[in-house]
């Protein structure tokens, strides 16, 4: 803070020197370039989750797909046992049936 010529305070100095103007100019390029920076990482963030949520929903459909081959692939397994029960006692029939024969 410095005093004025009329004796008040003020809260900015009239004054100022190279030195102060250079690193104002240095500060506000800094923040220029460091804003950029975080800006262009911002944007390869949004594009990396793009990609993720793209791999996520392909994940998620050959999760869906591969739910239903399982399912069909286990009917098939249940009909296949159901038949085999049906062989075996068949071939138990005809087996009691020739022996008693």
């Known amino acids: 803070m410095s ?19 250079i ?10 370039a460091g804003w950029f920076q975080f800006d262009s990482r911002l944007t390869m963030v949004e594009a990396e989750q793009r990609r993720n949520a793209a791999t996520v929903d392909k994940l998620v459909q050959e999760r869906t797909d591969l739910t239903t081959r399982v399912i069909r692939i286990e009917e098939r397994l249940t009909n296949q046992a159901e038949m085999l029960q049906r062989i075996l006692r068949n071939t138990e029939q005809d087996q009691w049936r020739r022996r008693e024969n």
């Open 3 to 21: 005093i004025d010529a009329q004796g008040k305070a003020s809260w900015f100095d009239n004054r100022l020197s190279i030195g102060n103007i």
């Open 23 to 32: 690193t104002i100019v240095t500060l506000i390029i800094a923040i220029a």
